[in-house]
């Protein structure tokens, strides 16, 4: 059976994994065969590793590393570490890692910011089961201007 992985963290503001898990649930009538593997680290930083743990040790072909950075000047830049340590685990491992960080400073108002938190996490939940099951799909939106989290932006026009 097919393993798809979604890492979150205790400290999200939004649990994003079960909006993962629940749209990745939504997926699973549509005649494909896996189950989710999950895990829960305590912050972004350790998303990496437990996402390579998940796929060189749970046989996972996709995983979704689910993190929310503070607005602190050195959150954006343990963000920014944390982005390139999920990088490195997609090359070392061959395997699509989609990052999906919320900062906590994308929205003022905690509604605006739970209701992103709820967009993006369902989007990349989706984008992975895509990837894994029907890359026709991304493949019709690209260059659509798609968005995860907001609005769309459309496409340019020439």
Known sequence: MRRIGVVDTTFARFDMGAAARDELASCSGHGTDFEVVSRTVPGFKDLAVAAKVLIEREGCEIVLALGMPGGAPIDKQCAHEASQGIMLAQLLTSTPILEVFVHEDEADDPEVLAAVFEDRCRKHARNAYWLLFE?????????TGVRQGFGDAGPLTS
Do not use: K
């Open 135 to 143: 890359p026709d799909q991304l493949a019709q939106r690209a260059g």
